[in-house]
């Protein structure tokens, strides 16, 4: 019997791009949320919430990178120069917020300027995702191995609209990550800050949802045609129970499970993507199998990653279990 | 002629990010395996001042790997966006090696830091010297995978070709330990450990020059130069050895480079070294050349009358471009006879028992502390540079291997890379320098615990979490 490698790749590669996309959602939704609180103790709250966990949050956005060169090379070769300028972007917003989390507690004068860096490159680097993501998904021509579209292709009225329910979606995130960590006047804001947030993610979830199967008759097939609607009409529905849940959460001032739902919407948002993509890795250009490195290359890495993935995992739980509970407003790692 | 300026651009792109990359790893390298030797010999000797110094380092280790961590999610993607034909023809090959070493960061990162750095009391200084060990050996882990896939490029062993065009392994054991890697891997560690030994050395002087009137206890800064110095004394003609290994090596799988870095347009026997000249590669000749007859041979041969090939040889498009690479040699060689010179001082000063109370010996060790990171820097650009025209060596060409792209894109993004990079790294900088000049105190108080520190990475949970609970109660 030999192993689909290159799928079983693709499901570890989806699977670090998801977690990433949850666990430095909430925390790049802390940095959007940032400018609408004004007061020092709460951003000092506010940060110290994520503190001791967003480092391990994005380093599964180096693992995305760096498993797409080694085990899809075709594919980061293609997606790469094609989202060059919104990956820029995103990187430079990345350096600009991650130094933001040290540098300001060093200084007093220039506090204002990290969190200022802090806020804008969270929106940023959000904003770029949300581009990156919504070009993906309109599709990258492709001919000779190599992208074969112009500069400003990712620049589109579809692309601008992903990148702000990007926004949205993440400021969601944060806002009810806060009502789970905090309590009193922060926690009463994050519940404003969830109310609308709330309510805009799930009215540009609903508009990308129905945009996206013009954009490509594959993606239409997939969710219209018959039988296929029948085995992915679960998956709005399990959306309109998260809506509820996330409602009924709100309205009866509960705790975590606002939080539980919009990872809900998120998780059902990711595997609308997957089923609308596949077998493409690059819509409607290059399969995962095409993209694959040799058998030879994927099993050589796929020890390593089965050996460490695991272990990585059991620590990154680990960490969350130690820091539940409240935030206060000093003590990052209390 | 416009693909060429975008060519050009790229490469300056790449060069500007790795190089603001590279000297962070290098420092952290080297202060990881110090921070594991001070803490062992606090452990053996039980004296206080080696957990001084101990915990006076690690506060600037934290803010140093924090700046490698942020610099190298850069690295990431940049091999993608700018050097995709690249990246797709050499991912089998180099993927796998590069995701080893993120794997290995990461686990580093996940494992170990946090208890390094905040632990000592919650798991006891068996256990935590454990953690140091495992910081210091993972440091050497990536390393390790880094310069593996590195030295592929530069002498590609274990591969063939398939029908895509692509490089796929034969032989993993080939792909990783091909023929310059562990030339390239002791050349390395050798130079971060340099560097953070000059470093070392320069904080101690400093605080030695500064202190000599006012402190009464100066011992953590006579131990940390003491160490510093002995490590110049024993590594640096180590390193000038390793160098001249891997000069051997090279000179094997790489004439054309050493021909570039000696300065040699001509083959022929009995080969001078030119100590000094200015290149003149369009007229093929080194002017004002200053030479010692049949050195040159002597050194690559070692044979008087050895005879040592010229740039010549190759075609003009196959040359790397001789005067950067020329120059870039002979300043990291001059760096490096300067630190053999300060370790053969303090040896001296040490046998006069003056090592502490030598103010010029210490002036200059202040002025040799950045040394390291130029030396370093020089030595990259001349491997670099010097097996241009080349990605993977005699295979495939850097103008090959760019992405198609736009000059305007790439020369943008490469000036918000220089900016954004002054801005952030140069603010690292100036809190990492103000660490150092706060001399080392008798009693030096751990990092503190109510402010985020990158370098923390996923694990201060146990411990931190304990020993905040454990004060309150």
Known sequence: ?334 | MESLDALLLARVQFAFTLSAHIIFPAFSIGLASYLAVLNGLWLLSGRGVFLNLFDYWKKIFAVAFGMGVVSGVVMTYQFGTNWSVFSDRTGPVLGPLMAYEVLAAFFLEAGFLGIMLFGRERVGPKLHFFATLMVALGTLLSAFWILAANSWMHTPAGYALNDAGQFIVTNWWAVIFNPSFPYRLVHMVLASYLTTAFVVGAVGAHHLLKGRAVRQDNSADRTMFSMAMWMATAVAPLQILAGDLHGLNTLEHQPAKIAAMEGHFETRAGAPLILFGIPNASEERIGYAISVPKLGSLILTHDPNGVVRGLKEWPKHERPPVGIVFWSFRIMMAIGFAMLGIGAWSLFLRYQRRLYDSPWMHRAAVLMGPSGFAALLAGWFTTEIGRQPYTVYGLMTTAESVSAIDAAAVGASLATFIVVYFAIFGAGTFYILRLMRRPPEPAEPGLPADEPIQAAGLMPGPVLSRAKRGAAT
């Open chain 1, 1 to 334: 019997m030999t192993l689909d490698l290159p799928l079983i790749w693709a499901g570890l590669l989806a699977f670090s791009v998801l977690v990433y996309v949850i666990l430095d959602g909430f925390d790049l939704g802390i940095g959007i949320l940032f400018p609408f609180v004004r007061t020092e103790t709460a951003r000092d709250q506010m940060m110290n919430s994520v503190a001791p966990v967003w480092d391990g949050n994005q380093t599964w956005l180096v693992l995305g990178g760096g498993g797409l060169f080694a085990v899809f090379p075709l594919a980061y070769a293609v997606i790469m120069p094609a989202l060059y300028a919104p990956i820029t972007v995103m990187l430079l917003a990345l350096i600009f917020r991650g130094v933001a989390f040290e540098y300001r507690w060093k200084t007093r004068r220039g506090k204002f300027l990290w969190d200022g860096s802090f806020a804008g490159g969270s929106i940023l680097a959000t904003f770029a995702q949300g581009i990156a993501l919504g070009a993906l998904v309109q599709g990258i021509p492709v001919a000779n191995r190599a992208y074969a579209g112009g500069w400003w292709d990712w620049l589109t009225p579809f692309s601008v609209l992903t990148g702000a329910a990007l926004v949205v979606g993440y400021a969601l995130l944060g806002a009810t990550w806060l009502i789970y960590k905090t309590e009193g006047e922060l926690q009463r804001a994050a519940y404003r800050f969830a109310w609308i947030a709330g309510g805009g993610t799930l009215a540009l979830i609903g508009i990308v949802s129905l945009w996206t199967p013009f954009l490509n008759a594959n993606y239409m097939a997939r969710w219209f045609g018959w039988p296929q609607v029948l085995y992915v009409i679960p998956v709005p529905l399990l959306v309109a129970l998260c809506a509820l849940a996330l409602y009924r959460g709100l309205s009866a001032k509960r705790q975590l499970m606002p939080f539980l739902a919009s990872l809900g919407l998120f998780i059902l948002s990711f595997v609308g993507l997957v089923i609308s993509f596949f077998p493409y890795i690059v819509p409607s250009s290059v399969t995962i199998w095409s993209a694959a490195a040799p058998d030879d290359s994927l099993s050589f890495t796929l020890v390593g990653a089965a050996v460490l993935l695991p272990l990585i995992l059991l620590y990154t739980i680990h960490a969350y279990w130690v820091f539940r509970g409240k935030v206060g407003a000093t003590g990052g790692y209390r």
